[in-house]
């Protein structure tokens, strides 16, 4: 019995050093980073069981120097920042936070996901992270076609 | 004739001197400001005519903070960016810019209007000028009931 817990403790202490990719941070203060752009994605679209509501994309500074170059540099984090649309009386109008979607470029810690860090927040819940080690699959698979604009969808707009 | 020219001349200096608020001046800078939200009106809805499309509002600092006190001090901005609302594809996104409204606070200027200048640039063109010397028909009239928030209707949201 002794055995198995120092072989149990002696894994809680190992699997953290080799699981895949250190965890994207929240992006504190989000909401005062620039307003890229934003959409509604209603029922019938094929995003909408993932992505329905409005949406609105924050880019930190570097990310704002990123979407013009086309390239973006370590440190740069956009959100996709998604809220339930509600809609009444001819208008849409924004609900509560379904998750706030992250990605963190960071070239080497990422590079296994074109150089971005993926994550989800559920409901805005810094503790709630909805992807983790499921970025490959939950994330990157749609980004990887953007791969001449660095994986990011969106672009700039005035 | 001689004295009618001197006569509308004379008019020409003067009138300027006797017109009512100082122009608005265009927000510089506004798509780095605060986004503080955003709403789509749809046709049907009252305004339609005026404001169908999707919009954003952007504060400056000292707007953010007014928001945050319920009365806004002098140099508060608040800009009202409306696009057009693309309907395709079960999805809204952005189109061309049809307006940039602004409220801009000074109590002392703008008294005849809760303290507020309003003005109004067409397709976010900063000489095309929509409200001019109407704002208090054309804007603060709707603005009027909301006294009690320093005549703003938006507010701030997480």
Chains 1, 2 share one sequence.
């Not at 019995?1 to 002696?10: C, E, G, I, Q, V």
């Not at 936070?97 to 963190?104: E, I, N, Q, S, Y």
């Not at 996901?113 to 810094?126: C, V, Y």
Request: one cysteine or more; charged letters at 20%; aromatic letters at 10%.
């Amino acid at each position: 019995m002794k055995r198995m817990l120092t072989a149990l403790s002696s894994m809680a202490l190992v699997v953290p050093l080799v699981a895949a990719d250190p965890p994207v941070p929240y992006p504190e203060g989000y909401r005062d980073w620039h307003h890229v752009k934003s959409m509604v994605i209603e029922e019938g679209h094929p995003l909408f069981e993932a992505f329905g509501g409005i949406h609105h994309l924050y880019a930190n500074p570097q990310a704002v120097a990123g979407y013009a170059a086309g390239k973006f540099p370590d440190g740069a984090v956009i959100v996709f920042d998604l809220l339930e649309a509600v809609s009444a009386d001819n208008a849409v109008t924004e609900g509560a936070r379904k998750v706030v979607g992250v990605m963190h470029k960071d070239a080497k810690q990422y590079a296994a996901t074109g150089g971005w860090g993926f994550e989800g927040f559920g409901g805005g819940d810094r503790t709630n992270r909805v992807v983790g080690d499921n970025a490959a699959g939950a994330c990157f698979a749609c980004h990887a076609p953007q791969k001449d604009h660095d994986y990011v969808f969106s672009r700039l707009r005035d």
